[in-house]
């Protein structure tokens, strides 16, 4: 999944069901706190509010698999903090114990966060090249899928959100090209890029395909001035992961996450759960894949880094 770094002006955490000023300081026993966020259609606020209980979650790829989640845990109340990523990891390393379904595993993440796996990236994290339509001409030499090493070379001037991961692939080239590699700017949201981008602020970004066509339908004035463009390296993440912060109770908490991906995998309602939850946005091919991912993840046992 899925992963997904976002955010400039970093608004006032909104956490649900808090019933006192100590809440902030971490929750108590028996209390799970997801970082949540609006990155459409991956996660998207019904009513664009936070959400305050499982209930009101959405049915992405992303809250629809943590409300299936969350039912499987019982024994933990769920409560929401809505954060980007740059708050999240100053609370993580101010030593609060939160959780978020949005992070990508990295091995520099690993130093402050536990993952766990629970089911392969589907297709609409797809990364693409995403630049406007007037530039076509310029990324022809390319050919049908655009290398990232060969675009990183090149003259074309990028622009990418600060501190996003976008997979071990990407990540490697990206950190491989040096100064070449294109600046970052922390943006209060992804689509933040992309109107850049319609302001001629840049020639390309980076971002999954089926975010640009979420952020078009909301410019509807500007169709078909983006263009997006097969990137080789496009399906850089294999595994949607979860993370915990890297205390005793983020372990705890990891570990129940991880096994209630197991008992999501042996659900005997499987086949029911996976058609509410993706539905035709699944084709054949996906479908299968995603059901060998769930039958080695029901045999198998826990997955943490």
């Known amino acids: 999944m899925?992963?997904?770094?976002?955010?400039?002006?970093l608004p006032m955490a909104v956490l649900a069901q808090a019933s006192s000023p100590a809440a902030d300081l971490g929750p108590e026993p028996g209390v799970i706190r997801w970082m949540v966020r609006d990155v459409p259609p991956h996660f998207a606020y019904v009513a664009g509010r936070p959400p305050q209980r499982a209930s009101d979650l959405g049915n992405g790829e992303v809250d629809g698999y943590l409300r299936l989640l969350i039912q499987h845990m019982p024994q933990y109340r769920?409560?929401?903090?809505?954060?980007?990523?740059?708050?999240?990891?100053?609370?993580?390393?101010?030593g609060q114990t939160l959780c978020s379904p949005l992070h990508v595993n990295t091995p520099e993440r690993q130093s402050w966060l536990y993952f766990t796996h629970v089911h392969?990236?589907?297709?609409?994290?797809?990364?693409?090249?995403?630049?406007?339509?007037?530039?076509?001409?310029?990324?022809?030499?390319?050919?049908?899928?655009?290398?990232l090493g060969e675009l990183l070379q090149s003259e074309l001037v990028g622009l990418l959100p600060r501190d996003r991961s976008y997979g071990p692939k990407v990540d490697a080239a990206l950190q491989g090209a040096g100064p070449r590699a294109p600046k970052t700017v922390v943006t209060g949201r992804q689509t933040h890029l992309l109107a850049m981008l319609l302001a001629q602020?840049?020639?390309?970004?980076?971002?999954?395909?089926?975010?640009?066509?979420?952020?078009?339908?909301?410019?509807?004035?500007?169709?078909?001035?983006?263009?997006?463009?097969?990137?080789?390296e496009g399906a850089s993440t294999a595994l949607a992961t979860y993370a915990c912060s890297r205390t005793p109770e983020g372990r705890k908490q990891i570990e129940a996450i991880d096994q209630a991906a197991r008992k999501?995998?042996?659900?005997?309602?499987?086949?029911?759960?996976?058609?509410?939850?993706?539905?035709?946005?699944?084709?054949?091919?996906?479908?299968?894949?995603?059901?060998?991912?769930?039958?080695?993840?029901?045999?198998?046992?826990?997955q943490i880094d």
């Open 2 to 9: 899925s992963a997904l770094a976002l955010l400039g002006m």
């Open 78 to 94: 769920h409560e929401f903090l809505d954060a980007g990523f740059p708050r999240f990891e100053a609370l993580v390393r101010q």
């Open 120 to 147: 392969p990236a589907l297709i609409s994290r797809q990364l693409v090249v995403v630049t406007r339509r007037e530039l076509a001409p310029r990324f022809e030499k390319f050919g049908r899928q655009v290398p």
């Open 201 to 232: 602020r840049m020639d390309y970004t980076l971002d999954y395909a089926s975010a640009v066509d979420e952020y078009l339908k909301s410019v509807p004035q500007v169709p078909g001035e983006l263009l997006k463009l097969p990137l080789l």
């Open 264 to 302: 999501l995998a042996a659900d005997p309602q499987r086949e029911a759960w996976i058609q509410a939850w993706r539905g035709a946005a699944l084709d054949d091919s996906e479908r299968q894949r995603l059901k060998r991912y769930l039958d080695e993840r029901a045999r198998g046992g826990p």
